[in-house]
C-alpha cells in the first residue's frame, strides 16, 4: 500500500534516511534519462547529440511540444520526443547494461518507451531510492571516461530545470533539479505519482522526494516548502507552481554599479507608499515616500521602486526591487533583487536605449531570458549591470558618460521612473518566444562579420549566423586611443606592447608591461580597461593596434560583442 504523504529521502556523506524505505525499488520515470545518454554515447562515441524539434505532433507530455531542444535544454524540459530518439537509435543490450549499472532492475525485452520511463508501470525499470540517490551524485561529481561533455550537459539541464524547467516550482535558488512522473503506484486509474530529486551545486547534498498523489512538479513544490521550513501546501497544486510558471514568479539578483569605484549612493523611496528598510545591527522600520538614507553594509531596502543617486558621478536610477548593500566601508556591494520582467525591462532600456521596434524588442527580451536561463554568471548572483552580462537600465533615466567618471542626463521626464516597455500581451509573447531555439547573446551593432561564441569567449558555438541587418559593407568601423598613463594604471605597470591575435580559433590581446605577460579575452579586456577609460574604450574585440605618441590606437568594427541578435538598423 503506497504510503499517503509526501517521503522525502536524503543522502548525507554515505547514509540515506529513512534506511528502511530507502531500500526498496520503485519506478521513478524520467530520472532514468542520464543512463540513457550514457548508453547512446558508448553506441555513438564519435556523434555529437542530435538536435530534435519537438512539435504537437511528436506527442510529447506537454501538447505544444518543446520546440526546437538540444541535450540540456531536452534534460531541463524532460522532453520524451528527445529522449526516444536516443534510446531508439541504441542496441538494446547497450541501453539496458547502462541502467543496470546505474543500480536499476529491469525485465527484457527492454522497449524503448521504457528505457526513458514510459509505459504500464509492471513494464518499468525499478531502483531503491539509497541506488538513484548514489547515481545522481555520481552524475554530478564524477567525469565519464569518455563524453564526459555529455555529462556536463546533463548538469546544466538540471541547473536549468530548476529555473524554468519542469522543478521550476521547487523555487530553491541554485538547485538542481529532475523530476519523474509514473503511472500512479498504487494501481489507482487515471492518476500519477510524482518525483523530484534536488542536489547542491557540488553534490554534498542530495534529497529526493516522493509524492504519492500527483507529479513531478508537484513533488518539486513540495520539496521546495519542506526545504524551505513552510507547511505542507493544502489542495491542488497552485498554477504559479507549475512548469513554465516560475519565469514570472521568480527573482533575478543583479549586482548594481560594479564599475564605479569609490562611489556614494543614497537610496530613495521612489513610491507613493513606505517601503520597508533594515539597517544593519538595528531593527527593522519603514522608509516613507520620498525620504532617503546612505546605503552601507548590511542594508536592505524594498521591496518597492527605488532612486539610487550614485556620488560623485552623478548618476541616477531609478529601480523595482530589493537592494542589499553588502562589502565594507569603501568597498560596498550592491544587488537588486527583482522580477525577470522588470530586469528584461532594464534591458530594453538598456541596450535598445528605450527604442527599437515592437519586434525587435521581443526578439531582444527572449533573447535575454535565454542567457539568463544559462545559468548565474557571478556566483550566487545571476548577472551584473554591464556589458560583461547585460546592460541593465532599470526604470532609467538614460544616460550618457561624458567622461569614465561623470554622467550626463538629459531630456524631459529625467526626474522619473520610465513606463514599462512591454505591456501584458508583449510580456506573453516574448515568454512564448523563449521557449523556442534562438540566440542567447546580444551586440549593438555586428559590423556586418558577426563572430561565433567561440571566438570571443572560448566556448560554445563556433558557428557565427550571418546578420539579416548588415552586410559587409556595414562595417561601423572604430578606433580609441588608449593614453599609456591609463594602460599603466589599469595593468599596474607601463604597458610595452598590445596585440591582437588568435589563439586556437578564439581572439585574445595580448599585453606586454615592464613586469609580465597576459592573454586576455575581451570581456576581461573590457573591464580592467573600462574604469579608467569607461565602458565605450573598446566598442568589439579589437582587431588591430598601433602604437603611437603617447599610448596606443585600437581599431575594430561593430559595437558590442558581435555575438547573436544584432540590435542596430540597416546603415542604409
Given amino acids: 500500500m503506497i504510503l499517503a504523504a509526501l517521503l522525502v529521502f536524503r543522502l548525507a556523506g554515505g547514509?540515506?534516511?529513512?534506511?528502511?524505505?530507502?531500500?526498496?525499488?520503485?519506478?521513478?520515470?524520467?530520472?532514468?534519462?542520464?543512463?540513457?545518454?550514457?548508453?547512446?554515447?558508448?553506441?555513438?562515441?564519435?556523434?555529437?547529440?542530435?538536435?530534435?524539434?519537438?512539435?504537437?505532433?511528436?506527442?510529447?507530455?506537454?501538447?505544444?511540444?518543446?520546440?526546437?531542444?538540444?541535450?540540456?535544454?531536452?534534460?531541463?524540459?524532460?522532453?520524451?520526443?528527445?529522449?526516444?530518439?536516443?534510446?531508439?537509435?541504441?542496441?538494446?543490450?547497450?541501453?539496458?547494461?547502462?541502467?543496470e549499472r546505474a543500480g536499476f532492475r529491469l525485465s527484457r525485452p527492454l522497449s524503448p518507451e521504457a528505457t526513458i520511463g514510459l509505459g504500464p508501470l509492471a513494464s518499468l525499470p525499478r531502483v531503491s531510492p539509497a541506488a538513484l540517490l548514489g547515481a545522481y551524485r555520481d552524475l554530478l561529481t564524477r567525469p565519464w571516461p569518455s563524453r564526459d561533455d555529455l555529462r556536463l550537459a546533463l548538469v546544466d539541464g538540471m541547473r536549468a530545470a530548476a529555473v524554468d524547467g519542469t522543478g521550476a516550482a521547487l523555487a530553491?535558488?541554485?538547485?538542481?533539479?529532475?523530476?519523474?512522473?509514473?503511472?500512479?503506484?498504487?494501481?489507482?486509474p487515471q492518476a500519477t505519482s510524482g518525483w523530484a530529486l534536488v542536489a547542491s551545486a557540488g553534490g554534498e547534498s542530495l534529497a529526493l522526494a516522493l509524492l504519492p498523489d500527483g507529479t513531478g512538479a508537484g513533488a518539486a513544490a513540495a520539496l521546495g516548502a519542506e526545504l524551505r521550513g513552510e507547511p505542507p501546501a493544502a489542495g491542488p497544486l497552485p498554477s504559479s507552481s507549475r512548469p513554465g510558471a516560475h519565469a514570472l514568479a521568480g527573482l533575478v539578483r543583479i549586482r548594481l554599479l560594479t564599475t564605479l569605484r569609490d562611489s556614494t549612493v543614497h537610496v530613495s523611496n521612489a513610491g507613493a507608499a513606505p517601503v520597508r528598510v533594515?539597517?544593519?545591527?538595528?531593527?527593522?522600520?519603514?522608509?516613507?515616500?520620498?525620504?532617503?538614507?546612505?546605503?552601507?553594509?548590511?542594508?536592505?531596502?524594498?521591496?518597492?521602486?527605488?532612486?539610487?543617486?550614485?556620488?560623485?558621478?552623478?548618476?541616477?536610477?531609478?529601480?523595482?526591487?530589493?537592494?542589499?548593500?553588502?562589502?565594507?566601508?569603501?568597498?560596498?556591494?550592491?544587488?537588486?533583487?527583482?522580477?525577470?520582467?522588470?530586469?528584461?525591462?532594464?534591458?530594453?532600456?538598456?541596450?535598445?536605449?528605450?527604442?527599437?521596434?515592437?519586434?525587435?524588442?521581443?526578439?531582444?527580451?527572449?533573447?535575454?531570458?535565454?542567457?539568463?536561463?544559462?545559468?548565474?554568471?557571478?556566483?550566487?548572483?545571476?548577472?551584473?549591470?554591464?556589458?560583461?552580462?547585460?546592460?541593465?537600465?532599470?526604470?532609467?533615466?538614460?544616460?550618457?558618460?561624458?567622461?569614465?567618471?561623470?554622467?550626463?542626463t538629459g531630456g524631459p521626464g529625467t526626474g522619473e521612473p520610465g513606463r514599462p516597455l512591454l505591456d501584458d500581451e508583449a510580456w506573453a509573447r516574448v515568454l512564448s518566444l523563449a521557449r523556442r531555439a534562438g540566440p542567447s547573446q546580444f551586440t549593438g551593432h555586428c559590423g556586418g562579420a558577426p563572430l561565433s561564441s567561440w571566438e570571443v569567449w572560448g566556448r560554445g558555438s563556433r558557428e557565427a549566423p550571418p546578420c539579416p541587418r548588415h552586410t559587409p559593407d556595414d562595417a561601423a568601423v572604430w578606433e580609441r586611443l588608449l593614453p599609456d598613463a591609463a594602460l599603466a594604471g589599469a595593468f599596474g605597470s607601463p604597458v610595452v606592447e598590445l596585440r591582437s591575435e588568435v589563439v586556437a580559433g578564439v581572439r585574445k590581446t595580448r599585453v606586454t608591461t615592464r613586469q609580465s605577460t597576459v592573454e586576455l579575452l575581451y570581456d576581461d579586456l573590457h573591464r580592467t580597461l573600462a574604469p579608467a577609460l569607461g565602458w565605450d574604450a573598446l566598442p568589439s574585440p579589437p582587431d588591430t593596434f598601433r602604437r603611437t605618441s603617447?599610448?596606443?590606437?585600437?581599431?575594430?568594427?561593430?559595437?558590442?560583442?558581435?555575438?547573436?541578435?544584432?540590435?542596430?538598423?540597416p546603415s542604409r
Avoid: M
Avoid at 528502511?20 to 558508448?42: D, I, N, T, Y
Avoid at 512522473?181 to 494501481?187: A, E, K, Y
Avoid at 599610448?551 to 541578435?565: C, F, I, K, S, T
Fill in 15 to 99: 547514509t540515506v534516511s529513512p534506511a528502511a524505505e530507502a531500500a526498496k525499488p520503485r519506478p521513478v520515470g524520467s530520472l532514468q534519462k542520464p543512463w540513457v545518454v550514457a548508453a547512446w554515447a558508448e553506441a555513438h562515441p564519435d556523434e555529437e547529440p542530435p538536435v530534435v524539434d519537438c512539435t504537437g505532433e511528436s506527442r510529447c507530455w506537454t501538447p505544444a511540444g518543446h520546440g526546437r531542444v538540444d541535450l540540456a535544454r531536452a534534460f531541463a524540459q524532460s522532453c520524451n520526443s528527445y529522449f526516444l530518439v536516443l534510446a531508439r537509435a541504441t542496441p538494446e543490450e547497450l541501453r539496458a547494461r547502462a541502467l
Fill in 172 to 188: 530553491v535558488r541554485g538547485a538542481f533539479v529532475k523530476t519523474g512522473t509514473v503511472p500512479s503506484l498504487d494501481g489507482r
Fill in 550 to 569: 603617447g599610448g596606443y590606437v585600437a581599431r575594430g568594427r561593430g559595437h558590442g560583442h558581435r555575438v547573436g541578435l544584432c540590435l542596430a538598423p
Fill in 278 to 408: 533594515r539597517r544593519p545591527h538595528g531593527e527593522g522600520a519603514w522608509l516613507g515616500a520620498g525620504a532617503s538614507v546612505a546605503a552601507e553594509a548590511g542594508l536592505e531596502v524594498g521591496p518597492g521602486l527605488l532612486r539610487l543617486a550614485v556620488a560623485p558621478y552623478g548618476l541616477v536610477r531609478f529601480v523595482e526591487g530589493t537592494l542589499e548593500v553588502s562589502g565594507h566601508d569603501g568597498a560596498p556591494r550592491f544587488v537588486l533583487s527583482t522580477s525577470r520582467r522588470e530586469w528584461v525591462d532594464g534591458i530594453l532600456r538598456g541596450e535598445l536605449r528605450g527604442g527599437g521596434s515592437p519586434e525587435l524588442r521581443e526578439e531582444l527580451a527572449a533573447a535575454a531570458l535565454r542567457f539568463l536561463r544559462r545559468g548565474p554568471r557571478h556566483g550566487r548572483d545571476d548577472v551584473c549591470d554591464s556589458t560583461h552580462c547585460t546592460v541593465f537600465a532599470g526604470r532609467g533615466p538614460l544616460v550618457t558618460w561624458a567622461t569614465p567618471r561623470r554622467v550626463e
